[in-house]
């Protein structure tokens, strides 16, 4: 089983529709973050948060959300989907208790999104 | 802000050959990764490696904390290590900062 899970894999939609991408982890990591990529490009970061109780914007946060359910879960939502947000997008989770305050990120296998 | 650099930007390489990808630092380096994208978009961990040299199989990397640079060797290169190979440093603030990556098109 995948350590780290993203649903839906693949997602097309349109103009101003609500979307909710997820991620799952099993290894008990308590960093996960949020990142996306455009064709091209590298990585840049979306949302990340160390703890349950702890949400924090990164570069390119505008027009995103996230929720951290539980330790193991957490979510990105477009609230009003644009085609500009068409990209690859990734999950990542880390353990601050290992490597100390730098740590070895892990990803998901990403969702594309397509947005119409 | 950091600034991370890679070269070369594109490389074809025939089976069997082996390679230099290099990394660039402007800041030091905290939480240096290698990544492979594959053709599928899969990000593939290679190493963790902030400084030193790590080997795992036919791949190795080597990081020069001081200097501010990384280099992963690709020997007697496979088509299946085709796709795309980032490095990504974290600064003080932890965030993991990408460079734009070095396409590798290995033929058979």
């Known amino acids: 089983d995948a350590d780290v899970t993203q649903t839906p894999r693949n997602r097309i939609t349109k103009t101003g529709k609500r979307i909710m991408l997820e991620c799952s982890q099993t290894?008990?990591?308590?960093?996960m973050y949020w990142y996306r990529q455009d064709p091209g490009l590298g990585l840049r970061l979306i949302y990340y948060?160390?703890?349950?109780?702890?949400?924090n914007k990164g570069e390119i946060s505008d027009g995103y959300s996230v929720s951290r359910q539980a330790q193991a879960k957490f979510s990105l939502s477009l609230e009003s989907a644009i085609p500009n947000q068409t990209a690859l997008y990734f999950c990542?989770?880390?353990?601050?208790?290992?490597?100390?305050?730098?740590?070895?990120?892990?990803f998901g296998p990403g969702t594309r999104l397509t947005v119409l | 802000g950091i600034q991370v650099e890679q070269s070369p930007p594109d490389l074809i390489l025939q089976e069997g050959a082996n390679s230099t990808l290099r990394c660039n630092f402007s800041?030091?380096?905290?939480?240096l990764q290698w990544f492979h994208q594959n053709p599928w978009g899969q990000l593939i961990n290679l190493f963790y490696?902030?400084?030193?040299?790590k080997q795992n199989g036919r791949l190795s990397a080597t990081t020069v904390a001081t200097e501010r640079y990384s280099l992963l060797y690709i020997s007697s290169s496979q088509t299946t290590d085709s796709g795309v190979y980032f490095c990504?440093?974290?600064?003080?603030?932890?965030?993991?900062?990408w460079g734009l990556g070095t396409s590798l098109a290995v033929n058979p």
């Open positions: 490696i902030p400084s030193g040299t």
């Open positions: 290894k008990g990591h308590d960093r």
């Open positions: 990542a989770t880390s353990d601050s208790l290992t490597s100390g305050s730098y740590n070895e990120q892990f």
């Open positions: 990504a440093n974290a600064g003080n603030n932890r965030k993991l900062i």
């Open positions: 948060s160390f703890d349950v109780k702890d949400i």
């Open positions: 800041d030091s380096v905290n939480n």
